[in-house]
Structure formats: C-alpha cells, structure tokens
C-alpha cells in the first residue's frame, strides 16, 4: 500500500458498523432519561457533543459524549460588572447533586451493572458488543454577557464543587463551516491527524496526547493548506504549519483557539501545551520519512 492510500485510507469515519453502535448508544441513554418518571417535570436538552457528534471521531476514539442539559436553571458570568443585571434566585429542586443522583439513578435502570458514577464530572457508561463506551454529563444551561452580546453554553458541576463552562453548539458550527470552506477536507484532516496520534501512542513513537487537542490542531491550519491535491501534500503543509507556528512563547496577538473560538488554545488550565504541538508535529513528520 503507498503513503497516498494509506492516509487517505486513515481520513475515513468510523465504520458503519461501528457508527452503528454509536447510534444504538445514543438512542438507549435517551431511552433511560425518558422513562425515568423524576425527570418527567424537568426541562432537558439531551444532545451528543464531542468529536461522535462533529463527525471527527475515529475508531480508536469511538466513545460517544451526551450531554444531559437542565434548562431550568440558567447560570450565567459577564465579561465586565453591569453587562447583565442579576434577575432572580433559583430554589427549585434541580441542584448539581439532584440532576446528578438522578441521572445516575436513570442510567443504572437502564445498563445495570454497566455504570461507573466514580469519575469526577460525566457518569460512564461500559460498552458491550452491541454499544461502545459513553460519557454522560449532567451540565445547566449557561449564558456569557459581554459587552456586544450574549453568547450561550452549558455549565458541568465537578463532584468535588468546581465547575468547568463548554461550547458545544460553537464547536459544532465552526467545524461545519471551516469543512465546507475546505471543500470537506477540514474533518478528514482532523481525523487523519488522530489516526496518527493514535498509531505512534500504540508503538511508542510519541506519548499519547488527547483526541480534542489534535481537533484544534486542524482546525488552526489555515484553509489553504487543505488545498494541495493529496493527502500527503496537506499531511505535510499541517505538520509544517503547527511546528512553525508554535515556536516559542505565547503571542499577544494570533493566538490559536479551540475550535469553539470561546476558549484560547494555549494557557495554563489546559491538559496540552505549545510544545506538545510542537513536537507531536515533528515526531509525525518523522515518523514518515518526510524531507
């Protein structure tokens, strides 16, 4: 087989059968929250989120991420003091705990003796032949007030008390649209880019770095890069354009984003820095030989 089919074959989705699973997954945790009688009265938004939902998933990578959303309670934060006049307390039932408990009570209902409620924010889900893992995450609707409008996500509640605020309609459309800008190429070159992370991890060529981060790492290519005639071409102009455009420290301006564009790429709470960009660039690029 040629480097050309080799990487384009890594390009691919998950296979039918395996996107199969996925669906089936899916479709049986919507089934737990809706035949749980608690939840009969509460307004909820059940949506997969994640690379399962953006279509950037591979194999190898294949869990399935549904978010659970309680609209009943809207949290919100301003960028500056005065830009949303604070409106009134919540004292309902549907705290963290409550949505959390109850959510754990549906889902062992549903895949007895398959529930790992342990984690520290999603309640995990095992898979079994016919389904593949899933993360289920209780979150609450979330509003930020900025100075030029509003822009809406979902809170997660960490068990220890802390709380992590996500994108996830964001992160849907502009991967949508930098794919159709590309003329489809953006998630194939997304995927491509994780086949690879995945197959040096597996062989000890390079350590293992998280599946999102490789997301952003395409999506911070320039739309022109896409735009080589083969795989190998645009596997190349990628590689090239993350090692040399994350050399030294943190730019004041330009600096890459997740593919969200709400959250900077680079910072200290994140799980990933420029140099794992760097060199996961350089490790892939010799990793085929490339001059």
Known sequence: MSLEDKLSGWTAPS?????????????MIR??????????NCSLKVFAKGSYANNT??????????????????????????????GESYEGIWTPAKLRAELISAMEAKFSGQVDSSGSTAIQINSSSA????????????????????RDGTKIFKR???????????QMKNGTEKNNATNYAYKKGARLLKRIENAMADDGTFRELPSFFMECLAYNCP???FSHSTWTE??????????????GEEPDEGRWVEV????????????????????FAKAAWNYFGFE
């Open 15 to 27: 296979s039918d059968t395996e996107k199969d699973k996925q669906d089936r997954t899916e479709r």
């Open 31 to 40: 089934e737990a929250i809706n035949s749980h009688a608690p939840f009969d």
């Open 57 to 86: 998933n591979v194999r190898s990578d294949s869990d399935v991420d549904i978010a659970v959303e309680c609209t009943e309670v809207q949290y919100w934060e301003e960028s500056e003091k005065g830009n949303h006049p604070p």
């Open 131 to 150: 389904r593949v893992d899933a993360d289920v995450v209780p979150c609450f609707s979330f509003r930020y007030y900025m100075n030029n409008g509003t």
């Open 160 to 170: 220890d008390g802390s709380s992590i605020v996500n994108y996830p309609a964001q």
């Open 223 to 225: 739309n022109h890069v």
């Open 234 to 247: 645009r596997l190349r102009a990628m590689l090239f354009h993350i090692w040399d455009n994350l050399q």
């Open 260 to 279: 969200n564009n709400c959250f900077f790429l680079f910072h200290s709470g994140q799980k990933w820095t420029r140099k794992d960009g760097r060199e």
